[in-house]
């Protein structure tokens, strides 16, 4: 992962008069997927984890509820991206290759 970007940050959105935040955390197991992968596929991956933490209800984010185990699945290209929301928590658990992670 790049350095100037903490494995914790927080992402604000303004809207109207309404400002609402979302916290993003990844475990080791999911920064480590970050650094492993290739640079360009690494920022589609991070990209597409804020745009779904900005704007949750989009229809285009491709996110689906798992079965058989909490939590959904992100879909970003071949990559996916496990999660679970608690409140204004996005915990990001494991980011792996379509096959390999469920």
Same mark, same amino acid.
């Given at each position: 992962?790049?350095?100037?970007?903490? @494995?914790? @940050?927080? /992402? &604000?959105?303004?809207?109207? !008069?309404?400002?609402?935040? $979302?916290?993003?955390?990844?475990? =080791?197991?999911?920064?480590?997927?970050?650094?492993?992968?290739?640079?360009?596929?690494?920022?589609?991956?991070?990209? =597409?984890?804020?745009?779904?933490?900005?704007?949750?209800?989009?229809?285009?984010?491709?996110? =689906? =509820?798992?079965?058989?185990?909490?939590? &959904?699945?992100?879909?970003?290209? !071949?990559?996916?991206?496990? $999660?679970?929301?608690?409140?204004?928590?996005?915990? /990001?658990?494991? /980011?792996?290759?379509?096959?390999?992670?469920?």
């Amino acid at each position: 992962m790049e350095s100037d970007e903490p @494995f914790l @940050f927080a /992402i &604000y959105l303004h809207h109207a !008069n309404i400002v609402c935040m $979302f916290t993003i955390t990844y475990s =080791k197991q999911a920064a480590r997927a970050l650094t492993r992968m290739p640079a360009n596929e690494r920022k589609r991956v991070r990209g =597409k984890i804020r745009e779904y933490a900005t704007n949750p209800d989009q229809q285009a984010n491709n996110v =689906k =509820k798992l079965q058989g185990r909490e939590g &959904y699945r992100l879909r970003v290209g !071949n990559w996916r991206v496990i $999660f679970t929301q608690d409140g204004r928590v996005m915990a /990001i658990h494991e /980011i792996g290759a379509r096959g390999g992670v469920y």
